[in-house]
């Protein structure tokens, strides 16, 4: 039997694939933007809104995601 024949794998499969696709088209993008010469630091919340105009996943991923706050310090800052 190998790992794809176990029924808790097709199930994995089936709800990480929307969670993989949203991440794949905001990483494009944000590459196209860049690409184009758009600042994602400044216009990174509006080409994100954009791309979920044509990818229902990354639309539900945002509409998830949009109330989680990240809220402590960072440990990794650049000596100075």
């Not at 039997?1 to 088209?25: D, K, S, T, W």
């Amino acid at each position: 039997m190998n790992f794809f024949e176990f029924q808790y794998v097709v199930h994995l499969i089936v709800i990480c694939a929307p969670g993989a696709v949203a991440n794949r088209v905001a990483l494009e993008a944000c590459v196209k933007a860049r690409n184009e010469g758009r600042d994602l630091a400044a216009e990174g919340n509006e080409i994100i809104r954009e791309a979920c105009k044509w990818s229902p996943e990354l639309a539900a991923a945002c509409e998830v995601w949009k109330e989680i706050k990240f809220e402590f310090k960072p440990v990794d800052t650049l000596d100075k």
